[in-house]
């Protein structure tokens, strides 16, 4: 089974603070994904990345980096958090990018205040 | 634009009666329509993938079916563990991106 496990289930950070996610997969998988999903609004892409080292903007990007250095983990990094990245973030992976599913994590929770 | 639309928002069923859950979409040439089950504060569960109208795919109460226009999970006799939102992505052609639905959540009460 295809494992992806993220760094912290529960965060609670400081406006201001630099905070660090971070996602693992275990299969190999080529593609990962950073969202974010909020209520009434659904899941949002913020950064995907097809192989190491490159990355793609998704829908929402702004106020979030990433980092790929490895082929298995996916970093997504808030410069500077602000209130309105409170919010549940999910990480995936998959296999391929044409048709193929995205595999997710548990998620972190992420509160900032 | 391309979109996805699921219905109901929320449904409410006995155990044991069976129903099922939308998922229409709009979109350029699909690539493939997902369907995923998420447990409140936990990450989506991929399902199912399909890929061309007529095709269906069943995982033990779910079977899931799609048209040129909209795709159905249906559930047979569900039980109260099958209490969870169930989401939907389509993928066009053209992106590589997954579009979501707002999710469906389905509650059981035994």
């Known amino acids: 089974d295809v494992k992806v496990t993220q760094s912290s289930r529960y965060l609670v950070k400081r406006t201001g603070e630099k905070v660090f996610l971070e996602c693992v997969q275990d299969m190999d998988h080529e593609n990962m994904f950073w969202y974010r999903q909020d209520p009434g609004l659904g899941l949002r892409l913020i950064y995907f990345?097809?192989?190491?080292?490159?990355?793609e903007k998704g829908d929402i990007p702004e106020g979030y980096s990433v980092s790929r250095e490895k082929k298995e983990r996916f970093s997504l990094i808030l410069e500077s958090a602000s209130t309105n990245q409170t919010s549940m973030y999910l990480c995936?992976?998959?296999?391929?990018?044409?048709?193929?599913?995205?595999?997710f994590g548990p998620g972190t929770r992420l509160t900032v205040t | 634009e391309d979109q996805v639309t699921q219905s109901p928002e929320a449904l409410r069923l006995q155990e044991g009666e069976s129903s099922s859950l939308n998922c229409s979409y709009t979109v350029s040439g699909l690539r493939g329509l997902f369907w995923y089950r998420q447990d409140p504060g936990k990450g989506p569960e991929f399902l199912f993938t399909?890929?061309?109208?007529?095709e269906e795919k069943e995982k033990e109460r779910l079977k899931a079916t799609l048209t040129k226009k909209e795709s159905f999970l249906h559930i047979t006799a569900p039980k109260p563990e099958d209490s969870a939102t169930y989401l939907c992505a389509v993928q066009a052609r053209s992106n590589y991106q997954l579009i979501w639905g707002a999710g469906t959540k389905l509650i059981i009460k035994p």
């Open positions: 990345s097809y192989d190491v080292k490159m990355k």
């Open positions: 399909l890929y061309s109208a007529g």
């Open positions: 995936a992976s998959s296999l391929g990018t044409g048709g193929y599913e995205q595999y």
